[in-house]
């Protein structure tokens, strides 16, 4: 049962224009949401958080929104650039819970052409 | 400050063969967790050691295991290898348990079975 889920394994975006990454989750206990960027032979790098109080934050070109209703979050990238292609993992967690680990969608797979 | 380091970076194996993986958390880090990435599964999350007790596992079969020392350097460890063991294995470090914001990667061991 995958409770994390990025249901787009690609995205393909013109330079300068949006990048809308989507993310699903079912566990309603989730209070940390993250998202990681990944180059191949590399690890994740972290990239913005939003915590479940919120539903927006913003960081330079990368803002978060969260709808808990809807159980969705959304990553957007304005505007986008050549080296944003990397594939994006939605990331989720209990902060302070008993679990420390992160629970991971499949990830999406940006790529920015020039 | 040095990052989280993973050693090898890579390693070939045979099935059968049995395998063990590295990691070193940043200096001051006390919780280390264990995660495989696979194209069809995405990040997986293996297990969590902190004070070198395994908090929380996946998962995942037993021939998985993995343990912590008291440095909080961490080793996982595959028996009995299998072809669908080929993967990266990501290992991240965070200062506590249940703090994923604090969370970081290494970047990973490539491990291919033959």
């Known amino acids: 049962d995958q409770q994390v889920k990025q249901n787009s394994p690609s995205l393909s975006v013109q330079e300068g224009r949006i990048s809308i990454l989507n993310c699903d989750y079912t566990?309603?206990?989730?209070?940390?949401f993250l998202w990681y960027k990944k180059y191949p032979a590399e690890g994740p790098t972290f990239l913005i958080s939003?915590?479940?109080?919120?539903d927006k934050n913003e960081d330079g070109r990368f803002t978060v929104f969260l709808n808990k209703s809807a159980k969705h979050l959304s990553l957007h990238i304005v505007p986008s650039q050549p080296g944003d292609s990397a594939v994006y993992f939605c990331?989720?967690?209990?902060?302070?819970?008993?679990?420390?680990?992160?629970?991971f969608g499949k990830g999406t797979k940006l790529s920015v052409k020039p | 400050k040095a990052g989280v380091t993973q050693t090898p970076r890579y390693l070939i194996k045979t099935r059968g063969q049995q395998v063990t993986l590295s990691c070193s958390p940043i200096?001051?880090?006390?919780?280390v967790s264990w995660y495989q990435q696979t194209p069809g599964q995405g990040l997986q999350f293996l297990f969590e050691?902190?004070?070198?007790?395994?908090?929380n596992k996946g998962n995942f079969p037993g021939r998985f295991s993995g343990r912590q020392f008291s440095n909080s350097r961490s080793e996982m460890n595959v028996s009995t290898l299998e072809l669908g063991d080929s993967a990266l294995y990501l290992c991240?470090?965070?200062?506590?348990?249940?703090?994923?914001?604090?969370?970081?990667f290494g970047d990973g061991t490539r491990l291919s079975i033959l």
């Open positions: 990331a989720a967690s209990v902060y302070g819970g008993s679990q420390g680990n992160l629970i």
């Open positions: 566990n309603s206990m989730f209070d940390y």
């Open positions: 939003i915590s479940s109080i919120k």
């Open positions: 200096s001051g880090h006390r919780s």
């Open positions: 991240a470090s965070s200062l506590d348990p249940g703090t994923p914001l604090s969370q970081h």
């Open positions: 050691y902190f004070s070198e007790t395994q908090r």
